[in-house]
């Protein structure tokens, strides 16, 4: 079975909904209007019944209404309220005087009824009679010389059961009527409503892998669907960014393999073509090992980087004297700048403190003096600082080497980037470092910020948070006491 649609949905909730409102209402109007028609008609009844009362007179044993009959309002009152009127005498339960009506319709209590009235003095009871329901007030009244007697004043309950009839036959042709108009309209609405959906569900159809660079119309409203068009094409300027990172380093990783596996290729060719002595042979597979150790190395880079993109690497937390690691660092790589005739030095503020990974943290620091050496010619400098300051523990390393074009500086962080390509086949490495130093400062919630200029050199500042001293560890006291 094909589900609904949602214009449909909307359309036939919508109907629901005012069918049910319109069913509430009718029958809170229904039950309002009835109890306000009763109401009037048993005000009305007591005002006849008390009417009635100053016009009635007690002469000769009979009950008769006196009044002047030059009078039209006093006729037309006691004529009309006296259309269904009977009295009746409490002691005997005999009936003294009804009015035409009544005695055609043959209505007369029995004894016992009369008595049971005049215990229970004033109030309403209804009879059914051939002309329909009939309302009584009942009142009792006395004449001058003490007699009690038993005054029915009625009036036909049509008028309101046709009132609240009429009512019920409007309502049952009403809320049917309300509620195919109620779906009409909503399904109008919802059309109207669901056009710039449907417009966007085509735009959307029309954005594939090679055209991400296209997004969703906004039209402007700043309603709910401009939001839905705004985050989706956020979400596609993501997407572009990754599947374009994905076609860069898939470009790069093949550019990169294709290299070594080339001279790993050309070199067994020579040997098998060439070589005929132990020593040709040692040579070959000592250069071919160097290859393999390239390889070896950027493929562990590229895990490392793709499980700490993936989150899958943990960052400690523990104070680490970066101090005494730059200082540690430099001596150590002196004799490597020494062999390339690079001077290096040093000057390091002592005791500065940074909550991090120490491997992480040494990992910053080697790749950052490594890059400085790699790229300063034979005769030059590089130069190593930490100091503290008021922003945290600011690490400089610069050199005085080539320097990065301007254009180069906003994607040296990025996979495989080098500013120079010309350079690829005579310094190590696969451009990896600087992305895992960029990774390692943004989870130390550090800053890195590169400033060079072509021949003259290139500087780059870490500055990474410190910790006070009141957040360091006291050292563990150990009992050596046997």
Excluded at 90 to 102: H, Q, R
Excluded at 252 to 272: D, F
Excluded at 437 to 462: C, F, L, M, N, Y
Aim: with cysteine.
């Amino acid at each position: 079975m094909r589900p609904l649609t949602l214009r449909t949905k909307l359309a036939v909730f919508y109907a629901i909904a005012v069918s049910l409102l319109l069913s509430g209402f009718a029958l809170v109007y229904y039950r309002v209007l009835r109890v306000n028609l009763e109401t009037g008609l048993n005000d009305e009844l007591v005002e006849r019944a008390a009417g009635l009362q100053g016009y009635l007179r007690f002469e000769d044993g009979r009950a008769i209404f006196v009044y002047d009959d030059k009078e039209p309002d006093q006729v037309s009152f006691v004529q009309g309220a006296s259309r269904y009127f009977q009295l009746y005498d409490t002691k005997t339960g005999d009936l003294l005087a009804e009015s035409p009506e009544l005695e055609a319709l043959g209505v007369q209590y029995s004894s016992n009824d009369v008595h049971q009235f005049a215990q229970a003095a004033s109030g309403f009871n209804d009879l059914q009679t051939d002309q329909g329901l009939l309302r009584f007030r009942r009142e009792i009244v006395t004449n001058y010389a003490g007699g009690r007697y038993l005054m029915l004043v009625g009036t036909s309950m049509e008028p309101m059961q046709d009132t609240l009839a009429g009512f019920l036959s409007s309502m049952a042709w009403l809320i049917p009527t309300g509620m195919l108009l109620a779906a009409i309209s909503a399904w109008w609405m919802a059309g109207r409503a669901l056009t710039p959906v449907a417009a966007l569900a085509v735009a959307a159809r029309e954005i594939a892998v090679g055209s991400l660079n296209r997004r969703l119309p906004v039209r402007g409203a700043n309603d709910e669907l401009d939001e839905l068009a705004r985050e989706f094409n956020e979400t596609l300027a993501r997407l572009e960014r990754a599947v374009g990172e994905m076609k860069q380093f898939t470009s790069s990783i093949s550019h990169e393999l294709r290299t070594p596996l080339a001279v790993l290729r050309g070199e067994a060719e020579i040997a098998l073509m060439q070589a005929s002595t132990a020593e040709q042979y040692r040579n070959i597979l000592a250069s071919q090992l160097e290859e393999f150790e390239k390889l070896t190395r950027m493929i562990n880079q590229l895990l490392t980087l793709a499980r700490a993109e993936s989150g899958e690497v943990k960052i400690g937390h523990e104070p680490v004297n970066v101090s005494t690691m730059t200082q540690s660092l430099a001596e150590q790589l002196k004799p490597v700048a020494a062999s390339k005739d690079v001077a290096m030095e040093s000057t390091c503020e002592k005791d500065v403190i940074v909550l991090g990974d120490s491997d992480w943290l040494e990992r910053i620091i080697l790749n950052l003096l490594d890059n400085a050496i790699k790229f300063t010619p034979a005769g030059g400098h590089v130069h190593v600082g930490l100091v503290h300051n008021s922003h945290g523990a600011t690490l400089e390393v610069r050199d005085d080497g080539k320097g990065i074009p301007a254009d180069a500086l906003p994607y040296i962080f990025e996979r495989f980037y080098r500013a120079d390509p010309s350079r690829s086949n005579r310094v190590d490495g696969a451009g990896l470092g600087l992305s895992l130093v960029k990774w390692a400062v943004d989870q130390h919630q550090g800053t890195i910020r590169v400033e060079s200029v072509p021949e003259k050199g290139t500087q780059v500042t870490v500055t990474l948070p410190v910790v006070s001293a009141d957040r360091i560890p006291a050292p563990q006291e150990i009992d050596l006491r046997v």
